[in-house]
C-alpha cells in the first residue's frame, strides 16, 4: 500500500469553482507539504505543516488555502479556481528535523488539475 | 528568493554509459543539497542526498558531487540503464523547515 496517497489523481474543473485536494500518509511524520509543478519547472512549495496545530505559507500561497484536519491529512483548497492554476500537484511528508537538519521528503502520487 | 537552476534540459546516454546531470545552486547557505529523480505520472524519488560540509557521496551506482567555490552539483549514475530514463531534479534545503527548493530539471533519455 502506498504510504503517501492523494486524490482524487485527476481533476477537471470551472473557472470559479472550489476545488478540494486531498492527501493522507501513513508514515507517521509530523511534517507535510504541498508542492505545485508547471510542465517542464521544478516543484514549488505552497503550503507546508509542522504539525497539526502550524501552518505556513510557502513561496506561492496566494489564491490556495489548507488544512491540517489530523496528523496523517493535510487537504489543499482552491477557493475559486483560475486557468492559470492548471498544473501537478503533489504532496509530501518528512519526519520532523532536529537541529535543522534535513529529512528526507516522501512525495504522493500527484494530481493532475486542469481548470478551464 | 533563490533558486536553483540546471544547465542541460536533456541529456540522451547510450545503455551502459555513464551518465553526469549538472546542477548550479545560488543559495551558498543552504545546508543539504538532494537529488531527486521523476518518472512519468509518479511523483519525485529520492535518490541521494549530500550535507553542505561534504563534497562527494556515493550509493547504489550514483555517486554526488559539491563544489561549494562554484555554488555547483553534480549527479554521477554509473552504467545507465534504461529504467533510469526520467527527470532528474536537484533541490537544496534551505535550512530549518525543511523547506526544499528545486531546480527545473534534467530529462535523462537511455537509448538501447
Known amino acids: 500500500d502506498a504510504d503517501v496517497t492523494q486524490t482524487p489523481r485527476n481533476r477537471i474543473t470551472k473557472t470559479g469553482k472550489r476545488i478540494m485536494l486531498e492527501c493522507s500518509q501513513t508514515?507517521?511524520?509530523?511534517?507535510m507539504y504541498w508542492y505545485r509543478q508547471d510542465p517542464g519547472l521544478g516543484l514549488q512549495l505552497i503550503y507546508y505543516?509542522?504539525?497539526?496545530?502550524?501552518?505556513n505559507k510557502g513561496e506561492i500561497s496566494d489564491g490556495y488555502s489548507v488544512s491540517r484536519q489530523a496528523q496523517a491529512k493535510f487537504s489543499l483548497s482552491l477557493e475559486s479556481a483560475i486557468p492559470n492554476q492548471t498544473a501537478l500537484y503533489f504532496c509530501?511528508?518528512?519526519?520532523?528535523?532536529?537541529?535543522?537538519?534535513?529529512?528526507?521528503?516522501?512525495f504522493g502520487p500527484g494530481t493532475r488539475l486542469t481548470v478551464l | 528568493g533563490e533558486s536553483v537552476g540546471l544547465h542541460l534540459p536533456t541529456l540522451s546516454v547510450q545503455e551502459g554509459d555513464n551518465s553526469i546531470i549538472n546542477c548550479a545552486y545560488s543559495?551558498?547557505?543552504?545546508?543539504?543539497f538532494i537529488w531527486y529523480k521523476q518518472e512519468s505520472g509518479k511523483g519525485p524519488q529520492f535518490i541521494i542526498d549530500?550535507?553542505?560540509?561534504?563534497d562527494k557521496r556515493q550509493g547504489q551506482r550514483v555517486t554526488v558531487l559539491l563544489n561549494k567555490t562554484v555554488k555547483h552539483l553534480s549527479l554521477q549514475i554509473a552504467a545507465t540503464q534504461p529504467g533510469d530514463s526520467a527527470v532528474y531534479f536537484c533541490a537544496e534545503n534551505e535550512g530549518y523547515g525543511n523547506k526544499l527548493v528545486f531546480g527545473a530539471g534534467t530529462i535523462l533519455r537511455v537509448k538501447s
Open positions: 509530501a511528508t518528512s519526519d520532523a528535523t532536529s537541529g535543522g537538519h534535513y529529512n528526507e521528503q516522501f
Open positions: 505543516s509542522f504539525d497539526v496545530k502550524d501552518i
Open positions: 543559495n551558498s547557505a543552504s545546508d543539504y
Open positions: 549530500i550535507r553542505s560540509n561534504m
Open positions: 508514515k507517521g511524520h509530523d511534517r
